[in-house]
């Protein structure tokens, strides 16, 4: 009998989802846009996301994911059967698949729980966990079951993963509550501070995406809309780079120490081998220029961004449901 078996990277800007033996078949943001009312879903991933911040006052588009974790249960409930049933659709059905599902390696018992119960309740007939830092490692290409140590920096959305890796297993590992997402709302916040101009989360991600950078030698200006914090009024300003770069950088920081507090917990035998193999950074995050070097900087290591870093834990689930990969243990 058919049994369809499907990884799930359950993140807080966006939704990748694994078909055994088809690759990675949906790429989607966490967003998804409902009525109140009524509850009816409206629109869900890229649609759902042009309306964050344009919708009625009976109308809500919300990411029901914070910080890695279910934030609203029913919500993210919704959203994963929505992309489960696109992924595969009429493939699925009326079989049940089983699961395999990336949780935080900092989340907690009643957090695992939310996210398990979301996908039983979203069709999965079994399901199963693992960390984002074994994902990732995975989907990066690092040998995680050799007696040698890998080190991981996975900055998502919501969180920051970092994990030491050996013999199929996480010796260490840490979840800092910072990611993408904090880069956002730093820029909403030097904005306001500096220009007394309140503007919203997509203003914010193309001031990130224009200015995305970490290096304070960068130059020019951008243009940007919202309300004016005094007057209540539609009002414009010109951001500098220089500006941008310091907002991002408290950021940074935060998810360098995040970094420094795991590596100062790494056995000696195995720092030997980050010392020598340095560190791989995967997540939509890492992206950032200037981050990697940063990272390098603080540490004293060599850090080697990820040939596709926001498809990393996505890849890593779908060779451990290829059998390509043998874990010790799930979650």
């Given at each position: 009998m058919?049994?369809?078996?499907?990884g799930?990277?359950l993140?807080?800007?966006?939704?990748?989802?694994?078909?055994?033996?088809?690759?990675i078949?949906?790429?989607?943001?966490?967003?998804?846009?409902?009525?109140?009312?009524?509850n009816?879903v409206?629109?869900?991933?890229?649609?759902?996301?042009?309306?964050?911040?344009?919708?009625?006052?009976?109308?809500?588009?919300?990411?029901?994911?914070?910080?890695?974790?279910?934030?609203?249960y029913?919500?993210?409930?919704?959203?994963?059967?929505?992309?489960?049933?696109r992924?595969a659709?009429?493939?699925l059905?009326?079989f049940?698949?089983?699961?395999?599902?990336?949780?935080?390696?900092?989340?907690?018992?009643?957090?695992?729980?939310?996210?398990?119960?979301?996908?039983?309740?979203?069709g999965?007939?079994?399901?199963?966990?693992?960390?984002?830092?074994?994902?990732?490692?995975?989907?990066?290409?690092?040998?995680?079951v050799?007696?040698?140590g890998?080190?991981?920096?996975?900055?998502?959305?919501?969180?920051?993963?970092?994990?030491?890796?050996?013999?199929?297993?996480?010796?260490?590992?840490?979840?800092?509550?910072?990611?993408?997402?904090?880069?956002?709302?730093?820029?909403?916040?030097?904005?306001?501070r500096?220009?007394?101009?309140?503007?919203?989360?997509?203003?914010?991600?193309?001031v990130?995406?224009?200015?995305?950078?970490?290096?304070?030698?960068?130059?020019?200006?951008?243009?940007?809309?919202?309300?004016?914090?005094?007057?209540?009024?539609?009002?414009?300003a010109?951001?500098?780079?220089?500006?941008?770069?310091?907002?991002?950088?408290?950021?940074?920081?935060?998810?360098?120490?995040?970094?420094?507090?795991?590596?100062?917990r790494?056995?000696?035998?195995?720092?030997?081998?980050?010392?020598?193999?340095g560190?791989?950074?995967?997540?939509?995050?890492?992206?950032?220029?200037?981050?990697?070097?940063?990272?390098a900087?603080?540490?004293?290591?060599?850090?080697n961004?990820?040939?596709?870093p926001?498809?990393?834990?996505?890849?890593?689930?779908?060779?451990?449901?290829?059998?390509?990969?043998?874990?010790?243990?799930?979650?």
């Amino acid at each position: 009998m058919f049994s369809a078996e499907i990884g799930v990277d359950l993140g807080t800007a966006n939704v990748f989802i694994y078909l055994k033996g088809e690759g990675i078949v949906l790429r989607e943001p966490s967003v998804i846009a409902y009525h109140q009312g009524t509850n009816r879903v409206l629109a869900v991933g890229r649609e759902a996301q042009q309306m964050i911040g344009r919708t009625p006052a009976d109308v809500v588009a919300v990411q029901p994911l914070r910080a890695g974790v279910v934030a609203d249960y029913q919500v993210a409930q919704i959203m994963l059967q929505h992309f489960i049933r696109r992924a595969a659709p009429g493939r699925l059905r009326p079989f049940r698949p089983r699961v395999l599902l990336c949780v935080p390696s900092a989340s907690t018992d009643v957090e695992r729980r939310a996210v398990v119960e979301a996908a039983r309740e979203a069709g999965a007939k079994e399901v199963q966990l693992v960390s984002e830092p074994m994902a990732a490692a995975i989907g990066a290409g690092l040998d995680v079951v050799s007696p040698r140590g890998s080190m991981v920096v996975d900055v998502g959305g919501g969180t920051t993963d970092i994990g030491v890796i050996s013999l199929g297993d996480e010796v260490t590992s840490h979840s800092a509550r910072v990611g993408g997402n904090d880069f956002d709302e730093s820029i909403v916040r030097c904005v306001r501070r500096a220009y007394n101009l309140i503007i919203g989360e997509r203003m914010a991600e193309e001031v990130k995406v224009a200015f995305g950078s970490l290096n304070s030698d960068v130059s020019g200006t951008m243009e940007v809309r919202g309300r004016d914090v005094v007057t209540g009024l539609p009002k414009a300003a010109h951001i500098s780079a220089r500006d941008v770069s310091a907002a991002l950088a408290e950021i940074a920081v935060m998810m360098v120490d995040a970094v420094r507090q795991v590596l100062e917990r790494v056995p000696p035998e195995l720092a030997a081998d980050i010392s020598e193999d340095g560190i791989a950074l995967t997540g939509g995050g890492a992206q950032l220029g200037g981050l990697r070097e940063l990272l390098a900087k603080e540490t004293g290591l060599r850090v080697n961004l990820v040939e596709d870093p926001c498809s990393s834990v996505a890849l890593g689930m779908g060779m451990i449901l290829e059998g390509k990969v043998k874990l010790n243990r799930f979650l």
